[in-house]
């Protein structure tokens, strides 16, 4: 698993207008090749009547599925310039399809190119990315007497809160990176005079916007 990697948010969609064409970028967030493919299908389904429907996406840690689709333009005017995009974004696990309704003027290639690739920066751009952080969560256990202060602490400093369980003693989940478990738990045990239980949990991943 990678340790950081960008993407985008779930899913977006942003329009733009070229020449009297219509640009629109769909984007999605896919862990696989069928994923992919079903998002792609689905786009084309509802655009039917467009008159193409080009594609690319870029999935793996090492980025090993790579797609591009002109879907009828000439051949690297559209699919390409989108996968580009991707690329030149770092972003991963990433699908995008701009579907285009054509305005009756032709743009040659070098205009597609850049069309396509404008509207799927701006599809992005509109949706939004991540970086996601592998992260380890700690689990803090305390007393409630220690309730109000660590809460203040936890908030106010560089760690994540993830959750608070109210049980018979106080659980705070924390994200922190696996660099940093030790120093953390100096830092809780130091404000704690030793009296709080540390323990790790599950490794997830955190987003963050960017």
């Given at each position: 698993?990678?340790?950081?990697?960008?993407?985008?948010?779930?899913?977006?969609?942003?329009?733009?207008?070229?020449?009297?064409?219509?640009?629109?970028?769909?984007?999605?967030?896919?862990?696989?090749?069928?994923?992919?493919?079903?998002?792609?299908?689905?786009?084309?389904?509802?655009?039917?009547?467009?008159?193409?429907?080009?594609?690319?996406?870029?999935?793996?840690?090492?980025?090993?599925?790579?797609?591009?689709?002109?879907?009828?333009?000439?051949?690297?005017?559209?699919?390409?310039?989108?996968?580009?995009?991707?690329?030149?974004?770092?972003?991963?696990?990433?699908?995008?399809?701009?579907?285009?309704?054509?305005?009756?003027i032709k743009l040659g290639a070098g205009g597609l190119i850049r069309a396509y690739g404008k509207a799927t920066s701006e599809g992005i751009a509109a949706t939004g990315v991540v970086e996601r952080k592998l992260m380890k969560v700690i689990h803090v256990t305390v007393d409630y007497t220690w309730l109000g202060k660590l809460e203040n602490e936890l908030r106010?400093?560089?760690?994540?809160?993830?959750?608070?369980?109210?049980?018979?003693?106080?659980?705070?989940?924390?994200?922190?990176?696996?660099?940093?478990?030790?120093?953390?738990?100096?830092?809780?045990?130091?404000?704690?005079?030793?009296?709080?239980?540390?323990?790790?949990?599950?490794?997830?991943?955190?987003?963050?916007?960017?």
């Open positions: 698993m990678l340790s950081r990697y960008y993407t985008v948010k779930e899913s977006g969609e942003h329009e733009i207008v070229i020449q009297k064409s219509r640009f629109i970028a769909h984007i999605k967030r896919v862990e696989t090749e069928a994923a992919a493919q079903d998002f792609i299908q689905t786009i084309k389904k509802n655009h039917w009547d467009a008159t193409h429907n080009c594609s690319a996406y870029l999935i793996g840690q090492n980025d090993q599925i790579q797609k591009a689709n002109d879907d009828g333009e000439p051949s690297g005017t559209a699919g390409v310039p989108i996968l580009e995009v991707l690329k030149k974004k770092n972003l991963k696990d990433t699908a995008v399809v701009v579907t285009r309704y054509f305005g009756g106010s400093s560089v760690y994540t809160l993830k959750e608070i369980h109210y049980l018979d003693t106080v659980d705070f989940e924390v994200f922190v990176e696996e660099g940093e478990i030790e120093q953390f738990s100096t830092w809780i045990t130091e404000m704690t005079n030793g009296q709080a239980k540390i323990s790790e949990g599950e490794i997830l991943y955190l987003e963050e916007d960017i």
